[in-house]
């Protein structure tokens, strides 16, 4: 397999031909039909008139998913409390009442230890194989296979980890004094629901996602039918079956937020949503990157290269985010 340099060096070229593949019919992403700007026919038609029959005109049922579809698309949308993102997959058709099931298409078959590795070039490949099942395995059962989560899931573990182990957090500046026992800064952190020494050390970040405070150990220790167990026996975080579930539950939290920032190709934001800052936000825009290109370009129904593909084609960005 071609080096991350090489595979960086080929994405302008391949978000160029991505992009000339918008405009045309509907597309199959995994056995699902996906409507987008640009595409025609008879789904599309199908479309309009179901649009038109809930009270959202798209202009003329003529079969082509125009800016006037769109616009009928986002306000549905929008009306359902979907994420307003103007193309018409699993979740929105469902709503629409033209499919029967709402499940994004997956990508996690694609994701091979040898992919991973090339999201994480400086980590030992033993350890991806012995540590990725596990996270995709929860990503699964959370429904979070569809391929912006699954990169963000990845891109998380490399800026927090990037030896793709559950590991415990460092000490820093940032959370310990100077003379001071370890974690002291976090001991009286009201807003991670810590209640005094000896909880700044006691609910230090670990895991995959970096789990932090109290309040975050009693809930998604209680999320994960663990019952108090992690509040009890916090280094459970650090087990790897439990921190790949903690990691797909924090994330399945944050999914319409995560994609939302995507939507705006903002990689910042979706850094801070997870860790509440910018920290390692060079690894996860570099590994997010890296993935973005080696999983199929039409696995996923979102974003980033829809809107790379729209802005390439003269689409003004008022017309996809009124």
Same mark, same amino acid.
């Given at each position: 397999?071609?080096s991350?340099r090489?595979?960086?060096?080929?994405?302008?070229a391949?978000r160029?031909?991505?992009?000339r593949?918008?405009?045309?019919?509907?597309?199959?992403?995994?056995?699902?039909?996906?409507?987008r %700007?640009?595409a025609s026919?008879?789904a599309?038609?199908?479309?309009?008139?179901?649009?038109?029959?809930?009270?959202?005109?798209?202009?003329? @049922?003529?079969?082509?998913?125009g800016?006037?579809?769109?616009?009928?698309?986002?306000?549905f949308?929008?009306?359902?409390?979907?994420? #307003?993102?103007?193309?018409?997959?699993?979740?929105?058709? !469902?709503?629409l009442? /033209?499919?029967?099931?709402?499940?994004?298409?997956?990508?996690?078959?694609?994701?091979?230890?040898?992919?991973?590795?090339e999201?994480?070039?400086?980590t030992? %490949? &033993?350890n991806?194989?012995?540590?990725?099942?596990?996270?995709?395995e929860? @990503?699964?059962?959370d429904?979070?296979?569809?391929k912006p989560?699954?990169?963000?899931a990845? !891109?998380?573990i490399?800026a927090?980890?990037e030896?793709?182990?559950?590991?415990?957090?460092?000490?820093s500046?940032?959370?310990?004094?100077?003379?001071g026992?370890p974690?002291? @800064?976090?001991?009286?952190?009201?807003?991670?629901?810590n209640?005094?020494p000896?909880?700044?050390?006691?609910?230090?970040?670990?895991?995959?996602?970096?789990l932090?405070g109290?309040?975050?150990? !009693?809930?998604y220790?209680?999320?994960?039918?663990l019952?108090?167990?992690?509040?009890?026996?916090?280094? %459970?975080a650090?087990?790897?079956?439990i921190?790949?579930?903690i990691l797909?539950?924090f994330?399945k &939290?944050?999914e319409?937020?995560?994609?939302e920032?995507?939507?705006?190709n903002? /990689?910042?934001?979706?850094?801070?949503?997870v860790?509440?800052?910018?920290?390692?936000?060079?690894?996860?825009?570099?590994?997010?990157a890296i993935?973005d290109e080696?999983?199929?370009?039409?696995?996923?129904s979102l #974003?980033?290269?829809?809107?790379r !593909?729209l802005?390439?084609?003269?689409?003004?960005r008022e017309?996809?985010?009124?």
């Open positions: 397999m071609p991350s090489s595979r960086l060096r080929g994405t302008a391949r160029s031909k991505s992009a593949r918008l405009p045309g019919r509907a597309e199959g992403i995994g056995g699902a039909t996906v409507l %700007l640009g026919g008879q599309v038609a199908r479309l309009q008139r179901r649009l038109s029959d809930l009270g959202f005109s798209p202009g003329a @049922l003529d079969g082509d998913f800016p006037a579809t769109l616009a009928a698309v986002l306000a949308q929008k009306s359902k409390g979907l994420l #307003a993102d103007g193309i018409v997959g699993p979740r929105t058709l !469902a709503k009442g /033209l499919a029967e099931s709402d499940a994004l298409p997956s990508v996690i078959a694609q994701v091979t230890p040898r992919l991973a590795s999201m994480f070039p400086f030992p %490949l &033993d991806i194989k012995r540590n990725l099942p596990a996270v995709l929860a @990503l699964a059962q429904r979070l296979g569809d989560m699954v990169l963000v990845l !891109a998380t490399r927090e980890t030896s793709f182990e559950p590991i415990s957090e460092g000490l500046r940032f959370n310990t004094s100077p003379g026992h974690f002291d @800064l976090y001991d009286h952190r009201q807003d991670l629901g209640q005094g000896p909880d700044g050390t006691r609910f230090c970040g670990r895991g995959f996602v970096q932090t109290r309040f975050n150990y !009693a809930k220790g209680e999320a994960l039918g019952a108090d167990q992690l509040v009890k026996k916090p280094e %459970l650090n087990q790897p079956d921190a790949a579930r797909s539950a994330l &939290d944050k319409r937020p995560i994609k920032a995507l939507l705006e903002d /990689l910042k934001r979706v850094r801070r949503l860790n509440g800052g910018s920290h390692g936000l060079q690894r996860f825009s570099e590994a997010y993935g080696l999983l199929d370009a039409t696995s996923g #974003a980033p290269a829809f809107v !593909a802005r390439a084609h003269g689409r003004v017309v996809l985010f009124p």
